[in-house]
């Protein structure tokens, strides 16, 4: 088996990418960003995840992250992706003003009837996509590309105005972003 895109080694810092399935742009709902960050939040306290640069975009999220001794970045990156699955799957059936609604609930429940793992839903595509991150060039190339993300899409002009991102850590002085920011 290929271990391109898995995480081989506990110790190391990993640049990994979460992608909705079919690409659903779920995230252009602040409700549903907030529940993802909830989430990285209790993993950084609970579960030793530990953040070094983050952005969430539409349809998926960017994390360039360590974890503390003896924990498993499969499983903290799993029990992220599930509980937020869940939790905005509940979300968007309970939310009256979502108006994309029933497709985006087809499209989750078609994905989740072809893949044996999961219950009804699959709100999350299976591969995150680590890359280990051993080298300075790299880990400058992928903080950079995490913080200008936002801005190639065209939602901001400068990677500090982004706020769900680590963007605002980076590039001013005095301000703090919504996550704990370990700085590499």
């Avoid at 506990?10 to 252009?28: L, P, S």
Wanted: hydrophobic share 35%; with cysteine; net charge positive.
């Amino acid at each position: 088996m290929s271990t391109k895109y898995h995480f081989t080694n506990h110790d190391e810092i990993y640049f990994i990418t979460a992608t909705t399935v079919a690409w659903i742009d779920v995230f252009t709902r602040n409700i549903y960003k907030d529940i993802l960050i909830d989430s990285f939040r209790y993993c950084q306290s609970q579960q030793g995840l530990r953040i070094h640069a983050w952005v969430v975009m539409t349809n998926h999220f960017h994390m360039m992250c360590s974890f503390d001794q003896g924990r498993n970045p499969g499983t903290v990156i799993k029990n992220i992706k599930s509980f937020t699955a869940i939790r905005i799957i509940d979300k968007i059936i309970n939310n009256d003003r979502e108006s994309r609604k029933n497709w985006m609930l087809d499209v989750f429940e078609s994905k989740g009837m072809k893949n044996k793992s999961n219950y009804r839903f699959q709100f999350w595509q299976t591969e995150n996509h680590p890359i280990i991150i051993d080298d300075v060039n790299k880990m400058r190339q992928r903080i950079d590309y995490i913080h200008e993300n936002p801005v190639k899409a065209g939602f901001v002009s400068s990677p500090e105005e982004w706020v769900y991102g680590s963007g605002v850590d980076y590039y001013t002085a005095n301000r703090k972003g919504l996550l704990r920011i370990d700085r590499l």
